[in-house]
């Protein structure tokens, strides 16, 4: 990515954020966020450490280790990325969740990947008026991630995609993989669908016990 692809992305990112010089006191900021410690070379993470933009992957910088959690990502602007889990053994570089034995990714072309491998592709609505499936993912869509360390389900707009992932092993933790201008908002609580039934925010491991 070059320098002036660089300086896009990030005006691109802090679009509609404002500086405040007197920030008034108020709850305290969830300590749950994207990893600049796991990151690739070329992923700008702002927002607080809830935005990133660029080229390559981040990771949350909590492990998924409560029986049951659940995140969202907002496609906040469209271009290539994917949303899902990894360990911190996978590969920062990729700009495409899935493409290594260390990464399950829903991907922006309607396919959850893993190892290089399509486990499956998400059925899209038709534009005839045809209500079955998913509407084809674009910009504004929020992305559900549930994980109980048997399974690993997304979610897209609070519909569930029928299918599971069952071959996720190892610690893992959220990841979200950005390319072409996409800009991806992890959401890590004031969700907006209902997690499933069961399902809570991701937690730190000290406060499980």
Request: hydrophobic share 35%; aromatic share 10%.
């Amino acid at each position: 990515m070059s320098t002036v692809s660089v300086f896009c992305c990030l005006r691109r990112c802090l679009d509609g954020i404002k500086y405040q010089s007197n920030i008034p006191s108020g709850p305290r900021e969830n300590p749950i966020h994207l990893d600049t410690a796991f990151m690739g070379y070329e992923v700008v993470i702002v927002k607080g450490g809830f935005r990133t933009c660029g080229a390559g992957a981040v990771l949350g910088n909590a492990p998924l280790v409560q029986s049951k959690s659940y995140f969202e990502v907002k496609v906040q602007q469209g271009g290539t990325w994917s949303v899902g889990l990894a360990t911190r053994q996978t590969d920062l570089s990729l700009t495409q969740g899935g493409m290594d034995e260390y990464s399950w990714a829903l991907c922006d072309d309607h396919t959850i990947r893993h190892n290089k491998e399509d486990l499956y592709k998400i059925k899209v609505a038709k534009d005839d008026g045809d209500t079955e499936g998913i509407q084809k993912l674009q910009e504004g869509d929020i992305i559900g991630v549930s994980y109980d360390h048997i399974q690993l389900k997304f979610f897209v707009n609070g519909k569930e995609v029928d299918y599971a992932v069952t071959s996720v092993k190892g610690t893992v933790y959220p990841a979200l993989y950005v390319d072409d201008g996409a800009i991806l908002d992890i959401v890590l609580d004031n969700f907006n669908f209902s997690p499933p039934s069961g399902f809570e925010k991701i937690m730190l491991e000290q406060s499980l016990l």
